[in-house]
């Protein structure tokens, strides 16, 4: 929260944005760790299998049987895995998915095209591979094995060898990534059913209409979703379809939103009531109304996502991966169309999709849709995306059995090392790019998404720097806020450090929790109008705990102001209505906490230390000089010999 004591542990993270609204980094970073303890999980399921495989078969092979009256469902231990507790895992993707539609990159809907495209291309190319080597065998039938990516894997294997801090190159391979879940899902549904049962699929059918019809009338108490959703999972169980689809369903179903300021105001309201009379009646009070401050899809995934990540997919893992690698399984595979069709499609057939897809429509659309990063990114999560794993292994059971199965098993094991090589090789050579070639290599020229609504006016707005400088830093901030005094040495550091970026602060007090914020956001405009609204403003950030009208008048004394203009501009109140326009135009940007910051319009999401900030502003150089409007301007101000180098994007 923005209030709070200025001694507590700063966390890090942009108030309200940053902790509770599950940004593409914080999934990202769980996702980097859990890859690590899926891999544990495979090796040890490797290891289990070849050394005591009689154990490990019995131990997965256990039935275990829920029974309520005459009713009951019995599967093996490994099927309730695979089935069950995966569910979990697809509810997270439907989630991120979702999120990412609300409020991520594809909100704006002809960004969805060229990744949708792309990872489709991903999807036919390896089939199309898989099928000529397996043409005219029954193990051809096993086409569906190399649709997928593992999408758990491939961003944590990305957030390893990949540049650091590109969310847009995550986005984009979030995207394809959930593509291929999508059609692997309807894939699972329609071309691997196990004794499909109609009446079953009415059932689960007429449930989802529920669903959606308890959605609409604005339910929002999660056990009765959890009853009708446990619900469908038994109706598709029944059905023969696997009832993974019931998670990507019910995830997509759940939105997202950002915090609002009168959502925030109500639960700050609530929790005032709770403190000054601490009764259990206004605690549940209390935690309702920070509850209802967040949507529903950030809460669940703040429920699910540790789960799913740690321990779902690597229970996944360890019953699955178990296959005994011996001479005669690695002499049959050399040979194998499975196995070799599994690799194939993978390290080729995969990158080849991505890279010839975006390619075309790019081309065919005559750049209106281009590939949000450059094309040694674009390279990267074609490579990257040949990482099948868990989605490979869930299909696999599917459609295979026996010696196939373990032959795909082994294909898919080949397959993820491969594609992990070849895309640490991909992003190792282009961080060896002079910096111009690899910010155009890892960046492109796609625009991206403006998040700040109100623009940048040099007229109007306070601003340090040249004002002319190719990238721009706007803080939404708050004089009392303790996490604004926290991150302004990082900003003095950041102005220090790098050249030619101009700062522009913009206020956003919050005076449910900061009774002398908007005092101070009007002493700042106070001495503004006699020039000295930078001088003000260093003062009130470093004195944030005297803020009293005493207080405020001895910095104006202090800075040598004309005391009486001061006075009278703050008994008017001249000072008020432009502090609401900032206070508007935050909220047209969906600003509402302190610190908030924009980065060339665009959301700074995260944490807000000087590596973070930095790496920021130096991608945005190097999307601006990549820009034609930039060189121009470059060339009109001065000669190209004169102008002073804009850092470089960071390297892998």
């Not at 019995?58 to 469902?73: A, I, K, N």
């Not at 259990?280 to 209390?286: D, N, T, V």
């Not at 967040?294 to 996502?305: E, G, K, M």
């Not at 944030?544 to 501009?569: K, M, T, W």
Request: proline share 6%.
């Amino acid at each position: 929260m923005t209030g709070g004591t200025r001694q507590g542990r700063w966390s890090g993270r942009t108030t309200w944005v940053g902790r509770f609204n599950m940004p593409l980094r914080r999934f990202l970073n769980t996702e980097t760790g859990s890859a690590r303890v899926v891999l544990v999980a495979a090796v040890v399921a490797l290891a289990w299998a070849n050394v005591a495989e009689s154990s490990y078969e019995s131990l997965w092979d256990t039935p275990f049987t829920v029974e309520l009256g005459g009713w009951q469902v019995s599967h093996d231990l490994r099927t309730w895995v695979n089935s069950g507790l995966m569910t979990f895992f697809f509810l997270v993707i439907g989630l991120e998915l979702r999120r990412d539609f609300d409020i991520g990159e594809l909100r704006e809907r002809r960004r969805v095209t060229l990744p949708m495209l792309a990872g489709l291309g991903g999807i036919l190319l390896p089939i199309a591979i898989y099928l000529l080597i397996n043409a005219g065998q029954p193990t051809a039938v096993g086409w569906g094995v190399v649709m997928a990516t593992d999408t758990a894997l491939a961003l944590g294997m990305l957030a390893v060898v990949g540049p650091r801090f590109s969310d847009r190159l995550r986005g984009f391979l979030l995207t394809v990534s959930v593509v291929d879940d999508l059609i692997v899902i309807v894939v699972l549904a329609i071309a691997y059913p196990e004794h499909p049962s109609p009446p079953a699929l009415l059932v689960a059918a007429g449930i989802f209409a529920v669903v959606l019809l308890v959605r609409a009338l604005g339910v929002r108490w999660g056990p009765a979703y959890a009853v009708l959703g446990v619900a469908a999972w038994l109706a598709v169980s029944e059905s023969g379809v696997d009832p993974v689809v019931v998670g990507l369903l019910m995830g997509l179903l759940t939105y997202a939103y950002v915090p609002g300021r009168v959502q925030l105001q109500r639960a700050a309201d609530l929790f005032r009531m709770f403190r000054e009379q601490p009764t259990p009646q206004l605690a549940r009070s209390a935690r309702a109304g920070l509850a209802s401050a967040l949507s529903p899809n950030d809460r669940l995934q703040h429920i699910y996502h540790p789960w799913a990540s740690y321990l779902v997919v690597p229970l996944f893992a360890l019953a699955n991966v178990g296959v005994v690698i011996d001479g005669e399984l690695l002499a049959r595979a050399v040979t194998s169309p499975v196995t070799v069709g599994v690799v194939a499609a993978y390290l080729v057939g995969k990158p080849a999709g991505v890279v010839v897809a975006s390619y075309l429509v790019e081309r065919l659309s005559r750049d209106r849709f281009r590939p949000p990063v450059g094309w040694a990114a674009v390279i990267g999560v074609g490579t990257v995306s040949g990482i099948g794993f868990t989605i490979a292994l869930l299909i696999a059971t599917h459609a295979l059995e026996g010696e196939a199965l373990d032959e795909a098993k082994l294909g898919i094991l080949v397959a993820t090392v491969g594609a992990s090589v070849v895309t640490w090789l991909v992003f190792h050579l282009a961080s060896r790019l002079p910096a111009p070639r690899r910010a155009r290599a890892l960046l492109g020229a796609a625009e991206g998404i403006v998040d700040l609504m109100v623009p940048v006016d040099p007229e109007r707005d306070h601003m340090r720097g040249p004002v002319e400088a190719p990238v721009t830093v706007v803080e939404y901030g708050d004089f009392e806020c303790p996490y604004c005094g926290q991150a302004e040495p990082v900003v003095r550091e950041l102005l220090a450090d790098i050249s030619n970026i101009r700062y522009v602060w913009r206020h956003l007090p919050l005076t449910e929790v900061h009774p002398h914020a908007q005092l101070a956001a009007e002493v700042a405009e106070a001495a503004g109008e006699q020039g000295a609204f930078w001088e003000m403003h260093d003062l009130l950030m470093a004195h944030q705990d005297a803020l009293d009208p005493a207080d405020v008048l001895r910095y104006a004394e202090q800075l040598g102001l004309d005391l009486e203009r001061f006075q009278e501009h703050l008994a008017e109140r001249r000072g008020a209505e432009r502090v609401a326009e900032d206070v508007d135009s935050a909220d047209l940007s969906s600003v509402s906490g302190t610190p908030t910051f924009f980065v060339n319009g665009r959301r700074h999401h995260g944490s807000y230390d000087i590596e973070a900030l930095s790496a920021a502003v130096k991608a945005a150089f190097a999307s601006a000089k990549l820009r034609p409007e930039y060189r121009r301007d470059r060339r009109r101000r001065r000669g190209p010999e004169d102008e002073p180098e804009a850092p470089s994007p960071p390297a892998p």
